[in-house]
Structures are given as C-alpha cells and as structure tokens.
C-alpha cells in the first residue's frame, strides 16, 4: 500500500491520487464518464465487456488491496452495449481495517479521471419481508450506522463542498432510466432503503428487527462511503443491491458469505441484462 507516512489516515493524499490517475491514463486511450462498482458475487458482469483493458488494483499507486474473497482486485475498462464504461471489479470494506477515507479512495481516483455517473452494486440483507433472496432492489437512499463519515478531515474546495447536501444521493434521472429499462425487460425491481453497518459479523436478530423499525429495507457493510464521496465530488450515482438472504430472524438458515456469492451468481444473467440496458440507456 502507497500512502505517505506523514498525512493522517483520514486524509486522502492528493499527490499520490494525482500520480495514480496519471498512471490509468497512460493505460486507458478514451476515458469513460460512466463506472459502475461491482459488490460481493456481481464481478462476472465485467466479463460481459468487450475491447477490454484490464489494470490489477495492486499496480495503482496509493490503492489499498481488497483481502475479501468474491472481490477480484482490478479495474476493467472496455464496451458494454456500445459503450465506454470503468469497472471496478472488486471494492474494499472499512471492516477490513482501511481508515474510511481509504474505503472512498477508488471514488477519487474516479472522479480525478473524469467520470460523471456512477453505478453502485452490492450484496444486501433483507429486512423487508416482501423481499426474498435474487431480488433486485434499486437504492432510493440509505441510513448510515457506520456513524462515520469518509469526508473527515477532507476541505479540498475544488472537489466539492465542506458539507455535501445528501437530499439526493441517488439520481433520480438515473433511476427513471433504470426503472424504464426493467420495465422493458420485466425484471422485477424493487425499491428500498439501504442500511449500512461496520461489519464485519452480519446483525443481531434484534438489530434487524430495529433496522426495519427505523426505515430500511436491505442491510449492507458497504457501498454509503462510496456514494457520499461521490456526491461530494459531484457525481450522479445510481445504486442497485442484490438481495442475496434475509437478515437474521427472518429466516432459519444460518448466514454465511458463501451464501451471499451463490446466491449472486445464480441471478448474474438477470443482474448482467439490466446492467446491460442500463448502460446503453445512461452512458
């Protein structure tokens, strides 16, 4: 891991952000102003990518290493439905020990090399009880029980404003393209509220019953860090989760992540065919 001793953990290293979008340059000859982040068992859908070019993670300055398994560790920059996309295949987790800041790393990374939009795709819990495992839910907002945020410490003006306004972190142009697409191909979309948590155990069976009682649908240790970089660098976001299980207490089987990724692999042609939609209508 690049990163200079001298800076604290919560701030991102401009220099060092700067040099690695320098180096994607020199690999990447037409940078795409769509990308999308793919979560725990959604991976496969880069393969759907044609003319691609693929960069490991581990070879870009200052990028921290995903140590989780479902999570390749590379970006894939190629054509989906005629279209210039970033795929980042494989995020990192603030359960793995990375300071927050670190976790919204790969979104400054994007948002120096120019991107516009963002896609962002987990593997979620449900917590709503007309949810079952392979549903697809589009995030309509989220509940941050990380208590923390990745923008501490960070008054770079030129990236954004010091207090980011969050009435919309979800596009809801994107979404109406989504919800038009899913449409058109009758997948089934639901929609919802996404909760995040710390992690890395999954919740309490009386944590879930609370989540549900404050308003969310889906429970996730991921994806919020990203989208509030990313609207305070300007990017419009759209979120997608998987709902790979209900949440504890909902159902008598137990949770692991081996579940999470077979449930993600059994729907990656329907995830791969609304993705696909969606990046020819958005791109």
């Not at 952000?17 to 102003?33: N, R, W, Y």
């Not at 359960?95 to 979620?124: D, F």
């Not at 989220?142 to 979800?170: C, E, I, T, V």
Request: aromatic share 6%; proline share 6%; hydrophobic share 45%.
């Amino acid at each position: 891991m690049v990163h200079s001793a001298d800076k604290p953990d919560y701030i991102i290293d401009e220099p060092i952000l700067q040099q690695a979008a320098a180096f994607l340059k020199e690999k990447i000859s037409v940078m795409p102003q769509l990308a999308a982040i793919l979560g725990s068992g959604l991976g496969r859908f880069a393969e759907t990518a044609t003319n691609t070019t693929i960069i490991p993670t581990n070879a870009i300055p200052g990028y921290p290493v995903s140590t989780v398994s479902g999570h390749a560790g590379r970006w894939v920059c190629g054509e989906i439905a005629g279209k210039k996309i970033l795929l980042v295949q494989g995020r990192v987790h603030f359960y793995e020990g990375y300071p927050i800041s670190r976790v919204a790393y790969p979104v400054h990374l994007l948002a120096e090399l120019g991107v516009k939009k963002l896609i962002v795709t987990n593997a979620a819990g449900g917590v709503n009880p007309q949810f079952q495992p392979g549903d697809l839910m589009l995030i309509d907002d989220h509940l941050n029980l990380m208590f923390a945020s990745p923008l501490r410490g960070q008054q770079q003006r030129k990236w954004g404003p010091r207090w980011p306004d969050m009435s919309d972190p979800y596009s809801r142009e994107l979404q109406a393209v989504a919800l038009k697409v899913a449409t058109e191909l009758q997948i089934p979309l639901r929609r919802g509220v996404l909760l995040v948590s710390k992690g890395p155990s999954y919740e309490s069976a009386a944590e879930v019953q609370m989540a549900r009682r404050i308003g969310a649908d889906a429970l996730t240790m991921s994806t919020v860090p990203e989208v509030i970089a990313a609207v305070y660098r300007r990017l419009q976001v759209l979120g997608i989760s998987c709902i790979t299980n209900l949440a504890t207490g909902l159902s008598l089987q137990k949770l692991d992540h081996a579940e999470v990724t077979e449930t993600a692999n059994r729907i990656s042609a329907t995830f791969a065919e609304l993705m696909q939609g969606i990046v020819k209508e958005s791109g």
